[in-house]
């Protein structure tokens, strides 16, 4: 028991509160009329798993803590495999918003 300290959470434990209100959020955005809409939905979602990414990833092997593999003060330089898993998001949210871009323009000159 920490006596004394304001905040005692565990990093996994403090992650875990994370990743759920990230999702509570994508839930209940449904209903903001103006950011219900499905592509909003899923890039969000999509994003959304990051923090499940790193709740498990991040926490485990790069902070340090009672439920964590790491060892000492925790890693001083980020792997590189964040910042590819950053770039592939990255990726697949820029094609996805080309892609609903040029949907919606085709839908509206049919119309």
């Not at 434990?13 to 990230?22: K, P, R």
């Not at 809409?37 to 990414?53: D, G, M, T």
Request: glycine share 8%; no cysteine.
């Amino acid at each position: 028991m920490n006596h004394g300290v304001y905040w005692g959470w565990d990093p996994k434990e403090t992650w875990a509160l994370v990743s759920m209100l990230v999702y509570a959020i994508v839930i209940h955005l449904r209903f903001i009329p103006a950011l219900s809409n499905r592509f909003l939905f899923n890039v969000l979602s999509l994003w959304s798993y990051s923090a499940i990414l790193f709740t498990f990833f991040g926490v485990n092997f790069i902070l340090v803590g009672l439920h964590s593999y790491a060892q000492g003060e925790g890693v001083a330089e980020w792997p590189t495999s964040v910042f590819v898993a950053i770039g592939i998001f990255g990726a697949f949210t820029l094609l996805a918003t080309v892609k609903y871009l040029m949907d919606s323009s085709s839908k509206s000159k049919k119309e």
